[in-house]
């Protein structure tokens, strides 16, 4: 999962107002939402100076941390609320952007390889565009599919493959937020955002996204808490103070100073522990804190796990 801060790069008239092209409901998967939670802390290694959840997904979990003693970095992955493996770069910045369910991790570093998919103790060095250097991985989904930037321009890696392809009708002006399962992805300008499917360009309009997840995404239009599938189909959330994160049942966690919920529906929300520092929401219900200083897991009580 991504959250954008990003660029503000005007496109002109690429998108179109989202009330045009939006239809006014989006159906979600009928599952229903977590309602209780149970902390379990997260272990670090001593040595460590943990910096937080970054993303969950299934079982996994990963995070970046620093070492006390020394310089470098480190990325930490969990499975079940266990520490699984600790990845150590030393004297360089590498950080973890997103995992899936399957325990692929994403890395992106400021030295070479700058792009990196990770699964069980193996590393995929993923290439930039002819000619260039500057590559960030920032997304991965369910299939393993990488959303990224090869010198600024949004690029995918197909699953497997570590040959970048560029994201159609997009150049540097566009920031890639997120990829959904079946390859679409999200990119945004300071106009706004659209899906880039196979089947061409879905406007969303004037709006902030925060995350991708499955086939959604959540953000914010015009002050409200938005979830949009992949087709563009909208619902809004008019009670959700704001949107931190999407699984892939369409629920919405939303999280604000002192206080979080998930949203089962537009009309239902749970209230989750942890306030604004909730990261990540995963389809089983499993919410991750990003606290630097003690990384939580959220475990859904009576959940799949």
Not at 33 to 41: D, I, N, P, Q
Not at 48 to 62: D, E, L, N, P
Request: aromatic share 8%; charged share 15%.
């Amino acid at each position: 999962m991504v959250m954008t801060g990003g660029w503000r790069v005007l496109v002109g008239a690429l998108l179109l107002s989202a009330a045009a092209v939006v239809p006014a409901t989006a159906a979600a998967d009928p599952v229903s939402a977590c309602r209780s939670w149970e902390f379990v802390e997260l272990p670090v290694p001593p040595a460590v100076r943990s910096g937080g959840v970054m993303s969950g997904a299934g079982s996994f979990a990963v995070g970046n941390g620093s070492f006390w003693s020394m310089g470098g970095t480190t990325v930490l992955v969990w499975k079940d609320g266990q520490l699984v493996d600790q990845l150590s770069f030393f004297r360089n910045l590498t950080r973890a952007h997103d995992v899936n369910s399957s325990g692929v991790v994403i890395l992106s570093a400021y030295t070479f390889p700058a792009a990196t998919r990770w699964q069980a103790g193996v590393y995929q060095s993923l290439q930039g565009l002819p000619g260039e250097y500057r590559v960030e991985a920032l997304d991965v989904n369910e299939r393993g599919d990488v959303l990224g930037r090869s010198d600024g321009k949004p690029v995918v890696w197909p699953a497997g493959s570590a040959v970048p392809q560029r994201v159609a009708g997009t150049d540097a002006s566009w920031e890639p937020v997120g990829i959904a399962d079946d390859g679409s992805v999200l990119v945004s300008s300071g106009s706004g955002a659209q899906w880039v499917r196979p089947s061409g360009v879905v406007p969303l309009g004037a709006v902030q996204v925060r995350a991708v997840r499955g086939s959604y995404a959540v953000g914010v239009a015009d002050s409200r808490v938005v979830r949009w599938d992949v087709s563009g189909a909208a619902e809004e959330f008019r009670f959700a103070s704001d949107a931190v994160a999407v699984n892939s049942h369409g629920h919405v966690l939303s999280s604000s100073p002192g206080a979080a919920e998930l949203w089962e529906s537009p009309d239902r929300s749970y209230p989750v522990p942890g306030g604004s520092s909730l990261v990540s929401v995963t389809d089983e219900g499993d919410v991750y804190s990003g606290i630097e200083s003690s990384p939580l897991l959220l475990d859904c009580a009576g959940g799949a796990r």
